[in-house]
Each structure stands twice: as C-alpha cells, then as structure tokens.
C-alpha cells in the first residue's frame, strides 16, 4: 500500500511533531498544508506504525536530518534592562521545552556590547537610538513589551532592514489591566487613601471623609484600547464619560469592539455621552471632575499636560495618567498641587524613573504614585509573553510573522 510522496512526507513530519510533542505551531500547518484531519492522521499513523508506509523509511530520514539541522540553529531573544522582569521570565517559562530558543537579560551598559548576537530585541525601559541599532548586525525584529514603540528609533531601524512591531494591547488584557489601575487611582484619589493610612496609624475611625464616583463627570483623554476598555468599567459607576480623540472614524474604533461596523459605533456611543476631537481638549477639561489621560506619547503630545491645560481644568478636579510620564509637565503640575488648583493627582508613569523617593510631590497627600505596574499583572504579561514566544518559534521556522503590529 503506497501513497502520494508529498503526502507522505507531511504525514511522516506530522509523525515525528506529536509523537515528540513539540513545535506545536509546526503541526497546526502541517495539518492545514495536509489537508487531513485528526482522526485521518491518527488513522495514518496507526497504518505507518503497523508496517504499511516501510518504504518511506529514506523520506523519514531526510526529514529528521532536516530537523535536527533546524534545531542546531539558536534564535536569541535579547531583553533589555533590570526592570519589569517578569517579561522575560515568562517568556523563558513560556519557551522552555525549545532548546534552540535562547532568552537572555542584559544591563543597559551591555546591550551595546551583545546585541550583535540576536535576532529579536525586545525593549522595556531602554531607548534603543540609530547607534544601538547600527550594531544589531543580525537583527530581524524589534519589539517593546506592552504598548507603544516609543522606545524604538524605527526609522533607524527601517534603514537597517529590521522590522519594528508592537504587541496589540486589546489581545494581551494588557489595556483591560490599565484601565483597572485607572479606576484604582481615581477611588485613591476619592477615598484619600494616603490620610486613610494616617487614620490608621493614629487609631482614628471615621474619618477621612471621602467622595464617591457616583455623578462624576470622567473626561478620558485619548480614546484607544485603554480608554475603551476604561470606559466599558465606569459606566456602572453611573458618571458621566467624555472622551476626545483624534478621528471617530469606524476604523479607528478599537479592536476590542465588534467586527459590524455599525456596531462598533452603537457600542461606543452607548458608552460615551460626549465625544470631541483632540483640538476640543481644553473644552472637556474645563467640564470634567477626573481627568484621565491615555495619550499615546509623541513629539506632539509631549508635555501637554501643562499649565494652560491643568489650568482650564476645574478648581479641585482630578488629574489620573496611565500612559507615559512625560506627557506630564512637572513643573505645571507641582505648582497647581501647590496653589491647590489640582485637587490631586495618581500616576502610574512618571517624568523620570524609577521615581526619585524623595522627590517633592511627594509631599502632598493629595498624590498617588505607583511604579509603573498597571500593564503588568499575571494575565497580561503572561499574554504578552505568548506573543513573543510563538514570534520566535515563528522566526526559527522561517514562517511569517503574525500576532503582531508591523509599523514599518
């Protein structure tokens, strides 16, 4: 009993992938390219173990000698940076029972040194400038984990041949978990969590008086995946949710919303009282009772937190960011805490980090500072982890890439 050679070699690949249990991404194609399904494998499978497929021995020799060749090869994954390391923890977890994938941690100092030797870069906290990029002689793919690429010079990167993509947030729960910490922020804020921590430490009941979200008017400020994602959250709240961007167009409502056009913009004005464009900023500010900005950083939105915006914002009204610290003013926004304009302020990001300890906004207690943790929770990072993962698996195979958001 004989069969097709091609088929014969996708079956004896199929073969050799399960009965490893490995490259499970390699059998997913295979059984597309093979057009058989898993009862005609097993079917198949039972044949060629019972002795009918003996003179296919030479294909299966030449297909494990393939192999084993392509498993020779290391693809590395360079993570620069200390900081936020359980992105590359996961990630090793992720890739552990792959040999011929190697995921490394360097020191900032270093990465110039090393980044000749990998194929993916995988950016937190670093700028990777034309000059770093220039030695990644073997580079195939630059990435940064979470959301945004502002860390990466792409048009340097562009000029070298490397790809440059962002992991999509709406896929990874990473915008669902900073809009959490948003809300988390606004209730600190309320609440007064730091005179709370004071009452404790004094033995006091009752007090701080604090406030309540029912009947606050929340301006987000840059509605993309997070604002989407804080939106659908505060609207059991019962507030009030104005939002600007830059287009309202149907295909620029975020990824998490339905496919049906029509639908996307029926959920979003369900979840929206009034919606302005980015121009309108000052306008909506002047409305709200919370601020929360999710602005994407660039050399527009740079510093735009300033002082004619918190100043257009309403005496004693809130001010929440959990995008990037310097889309903030620093001087702007300690001299309106100062003169008690900014009834406060929670932050996620900062101007500068890791956050100075002893810096002097900090002593009002009014602020809210967390060390740049919204994007990182279990499920987030371990889907941003699978992300980089199967782009390695994908890379080593020489698939095409997918998963991703290619930005040049």
Same mark, same amino acid.
């Given at each position: 009993m004989l069969m097709d050679?091609? &088929? +014969? @070699? =996708?079956?004896?690949?199929? =073969? %050799?992938? *399960?009965? &490893? %249990? %490995?490259? #499970?991404?390699?059998?997913?194609?295979?059984?597309?390219?093979?057009n058989l399904s898993l009862f005609d494998v097993s079917f198949l499978l039972l044949l060629y173990e019972v002795g009918f497929f003996i003179n296919l021995t030479g294909f299966l020799g030449e297909v494990e000698q393939m192999t084993t060749e392509n498993d020779k090869r290391i693809t590395r994954i360079l993570f620069c940076g200390p900081h936020f390391p359980a992105s590359q923890n996961y990630t090793k977890e992720y890739l552990q029972n792959y040999s011929f994938i190697q995921v490394d941690a360097v020191p900032f100092d270093k990465v110039l040194d090393v980044i000749a030797d990998y194929h993916i870069c995988v950016v937190k906290d670093m700028r990777l400038d034309? &000059?770093? *990029?220039?030695? +990644?002689?073997?580079?195939?793919?630059?990435?940064?984990?979470?959301?945004?690429?502002?860390? *990466? !010079?792409? *048009?340097?990167?562009?000029?070298?041949g490397i790809k440059v993509a962002r992991i999509p947030g709406g896929a990874t729960g990473n915008a669902t978990s900073c809009a959490e910490m948003a809300i988390y922020l606004m209730l600190g804020l309320l609440r007064k969590q730091n005179e709370m921590q004071i009452s404790v430490q004094q033995k006091k009941l009752g007090e701080p008086v604090g406030e309540t979200l029912l009947g606050k008017t929340v301006f987000i400020m840059g509605f993309g995946n997070i604002g989407f994602q804080l939106a659908k959250r505060l609207r059991p709240f019962e507030v009030k949710i104005i939002a600007t961007k830059r287009s309202w167009s149907p295909s620029d409502t975020p990824d998490s919303c339905q496919s049906n056009e029509h639908v996307q913009n029926n959920v979003i004005d369900d979840l929206i009282d009034e919606k302005g464009s980015h121009e309108e900023i000052f306008k909506f500010a002047c409305k709200a009772d919370i601020v929360v900005c999710c602005l994407s950083l660039n050399h527009e939105t740079a510093g735009i937190i300033n002082k004619n915006f918190i100043s257009s914002m309403r005496k004693g009204a809130l001010l929440v960011n959990i995008a990037r610290g310097k889309l903030l003013d620093y001087d702007a926004v300690a001299y309106h805490l100062?003169?008690?304009? #900014?009834?406060?302020?929670? @932050? !996620?990001?900062?101007w500068s980090e890791p956050f100075d300890p002893h810096d002097p906004i900090l002593k009002f207690k009014n602020v809210l500072i967390t060390p740049h943790v919204a994007g990182v929770t279990e499920h987030s990072y371990r889907s941003m982890a699978k992300v980089v993962g199967d782009v390695a698996l994908q890379l080593h195979d020489g698939h095409p890439l997918w998963g991703i958001e290619f930005v040049n």
């Amino acid at each position: 009993m004989l069969m097709d050679p091609s &088929n +014969a @070699i =996708r079956l004896i690949l199929l =073969r %050799k992938v *399960i009965v &490893n %249990k %490995k490259r #499970l991404i390699f059998t997913r194609s295979m059984l597309v390219l093979s057009n058989l399904s898993l009862f005609d494998v097993s079917f198949l499978l039972l044949l060629y173990e019972v002795g009918f497929f003996i003179n296919l021995t030479g294909f299966l020799g030449e297909v494990e000698q393939m192999t084993t060749e392509n498993d020779k090869r290391i693809t590395r994954i360079l993570f620069c940076g200390p900081h936020f390391p359980a992105s590359q923890n996961y990630t090793k977890e992720y890739l552990q029972n792959y040999s011929f994938i190697q995921v490394d941690a360097v020191p900032f100092d270093k990465v110039l040194d090393v980044i000749a030797d990998y194929h993916i870069c995988v950016v937190k906290d670093m700028r990777l400038d034309s &000059n770093v *990029i220039s030695h +990644a002689k073997n580079m195939k793919l630059l990435m940064q984990f979470g959301v945004g690429v502002e860390g *990466i !010079d792409t *048009i340097a990167a562009t000029r070298c041949g490397i790809k440059v993509a962002r992991i999509p947030g709406g896929a990874t729960g990473n915008a669902t978990s900073c809009a959490e910490m948003a809300i988390y922020l606004m209730l600190g804020l309320l609440r007064k969590q730091n005179e709370m921590q004071i009452s404790v430490q004094q033995k006091k009941l009752g007090e701080p008086v604090g406030e309540t979200l029912l009947g606050k008017t929340v301006f987000i400020m840059g509605f993309g995946n997070i604002g989407f994602q804080l939106a659908k959250r505060l609207r059991p709240f019962e507030v009030k949710i104005i939002a600007t961007k830059r287009s309202w167009s149907p295909s620029d409502t975020p990824d998490s919303c339905q496919s049906n056009e029509h639908v996307q913009n029926n959920v979003i004005d369900d979840l929206i009282d009034e919606k302005g464009s980015h121009e309108e900023i000052f306008k909506f500010a002047c409305k709200a009772d919370i601020v929360v900005c999710c602005l994407s950083l660039n050399h527009e939105t740079a510093g735009i937190i300033n002082k004619n915006f918190i100043s257009s914002m309403r005496k004693g009204a809130l001010l929440v960011n959990i995008a990037r610290g310097k889309l903030l003013d620093y001087d702007a926004v300690a001299y309106h805490l100062e003169s008690g304009h #900014l009834g406060g302020l929670g @932050i !996620d990001v900062a101007w500068s980090e890791p956050f100075d300890p002893h810096d002097p906004i900090l002593k009002f207690k009014n602020v809210l500072i967390t060390p740049h943790v919204a994007g990182v929770t279990e499920h987030s990072y371990r889907s941003m982890a699978k992300v980089v993962g199967d782009v390695a698996l994908q890379l080593h195979d020489g698939h095409p890439l997918w998963g991703i958001e290619f930005v040049n």
